[in-house]
């Protein structure tokens, strides 16, 4: 079993696309944000080498913003890792616009579409808590 557990969180008036996009980044960024997760290399019955993937599952939620908003307050105080996704987010087409837009968000009132949280289970828990899995 693990001692962390990661949880992303989705917006559920999203369209599809936005939902899957919000969920790859956010995935990817508990990879960088958390290296010790990786899993090993897949190999094939032929041999043949693949990447890897995260060695730990992510559970996918869906909330809406005030649910976003609560779980990033409760991240926040619990000192949990956070990856955040704003809406401001989709109109821009780079990673330093990307940042840029979050720095222009209110940090109290941030409004977002997705959220990544890793760290000790019992303390995610909390975080999430009353949350539904994703459908």
Do not use: C
């Not at 960088?32 to 730990?56: F, H, L, T, V």
């Not at 307050?73 to 401001?88: D, F, M, S």
């Amino acid at each position: 079993m693990f001692d962390t557990k990661i949880a992303l969180i989705v917006r559920d008036d999203l369209a599809v696309w936005q939902r899957l996009n919000v969920t790859a980044f956010l995935a990817s960024g508990i990879a960088y944000a958390a290296p010790e997760i990786k899993g090993e290399a897949y190999i094939d019955a032929n041999g043949r080498r693949y990447g890897s993937m995260a060695g730990q599952p992510m559970l996918v939620f869906a909330a809406d913003l005030a649910g976003l908003q609560s779980a990033h307050r409760k991240g926040v105080e619990r000192e949990l890792t956070l990856i955040p996704y704003v809406e401001a987010m989709f109109s821009t087409g780079h990673d330093e616009a990307n940042r840029q837009a979050f720095l222009a968000e209110n940090a109290d009132n941030l409004n977002l579409v997705g959220l990544a949280i890793r760290g000790p289970k019992k303390a995610v828990d909390k975080a999430i808590k009353g949350l539904k899995m994703h459908d």
